[in-house]
Nanobody
């Protein structure tokens, strides 16, 4: 079964860190870009970070310098390391496999004191 499964979300205080994981199964993403999106209540889903098949990365301005996207080909997993979290980072985070138009089910991140 072709799917993406995210994990690692939770409740964290402002300034804290979380690492999200996105495990792919049923396919390999080695030749495709992988992305993280997020969607806060009442807002549209927005691109947060991307890693290409050549391992180039890019980020939205709102997370640049705080978030890092990476991938482990051997584990068929993509990560999003999130540091210096802010309340405005609170959202559902989704993994997306470009080339397959495949979304994960999402993992909730809540930043609050």
């Amino acid at each position: 079964q072709v799917q993406l499964v995210e994990s690692g979300g939770g409740l964290v205080q402002p300034g804290g860190s979380l690492r999200l994981s996105c495990a792919a199964s049923g396919f390999t993403f080695i030749n495709y870009a992988m992305r993280w999106y997020r969607q806060a209540p009442g807002k549209e889903r927005a691109l947060v970070a991307q890693v290409t098949n050549a391992d180039y990365t890019n980020y939205s301005d709102s997370v640049k310098g705080r978030f890092t996207i990476s991938r482990d080909i051997a584990k068929n997993t993509v990560y999003l390391q999130m540091n210096s979290l802010k309340p405005e980072d609170t959202a559902m985070y989704y993994c997306y496999a470009a080339g397959f138009n495949l979304w994960g089910q999402g993992t909730q991140v809540t930043v609050s004191s």
